[in-house]
């Protein structure tokens, strides 16, 4: 049975826009994307570059956001691997080399993959590849915008938890009624 949706449980979603939508996004030319799959071995065939599924997206070498704030990475190629969604999900914001060999349940180590040892070395030359920009935002845009964006940050959280005592209020007067109109209908 499906449980009911927490409001406060979508605050980390809120947390990752508030940092991806001021983190650039520099597109690739093609001789870029051609270059990096040369570096990760899949001239011929793109593959999850963690564990060699069939790559369905991108994912951030570097982790976007730790600790609920922005690392300072961006949306770029040199930070940028083919990777499958289980990897991608399982992945998340740790390191890639202390997750890839840990023991996360979807971690290419903890499901068998072979040819880790090999697939770490294409990506730690992949690491050296060019140099992934790193940005100091707050230096950048200055202390008073990034205050504001936080305080901003903050004030939606609270909104949230707010929202939260209403919708408990709200599920308890309708399962009150629910309750009701089914004792209705058995007599």
Excluded at 14 to 43: C, H, Y
Excluded at 81 to 106: D, I, L, Y
Excluded at 124 to 129: F, L, P, V
Aim: charged share 25%.
């Amino acid at each position: 049975m499906p449980r009911p949706v927490r409001i406060t449980g979508r605050s980390s979603s809120i947390t990752n826009s508030f940092i991806s939508g001021i983190v650039p996004v520099v597109r690739p030319t093609e001789a870029q994307i051609d270059e990096a799959l040369e570096i990760l071995g899949m001239s011929e065939l793109v593959v999850c570059s963690y564990c060699g599924d069939a790559a369905s997206e991108w994912d951030h070498l570097r982790p976007l956001v730790v600790g609920q704030q922005p690392t300072g990475y961006i949306h770029e190629i040199h930070n940028l691997v083919p990777a499958c969604g289980k990897c991608n999900q399982s992945k998340g914001n740790k390191p890639w080399r202390e997750w890839m060999f840990g023991t996360a349940r979807h971690a290419p180590a903890n499901r068998g993959v072979t040819d880790l040892s090999a697939r770490a070395e294409r990506l730690e030359q992949y690491e050296q590849w060019g140099n992934a920009t790193r940005i100091d935002f707050p230096a950048v845009v200055g202390e008073e915008l990034w205050a504001k964006h936080w305080q901003n940050h903050a004030e939606i959280l609270a909104l949230m938890r707010e929202a939260e005592k209403t919708v408990e209020l709200i599920r308890a007067r309708i399962a009150a009624a629910s309750r009701a109109a089914t004792r209705e209908l058995e007599t």
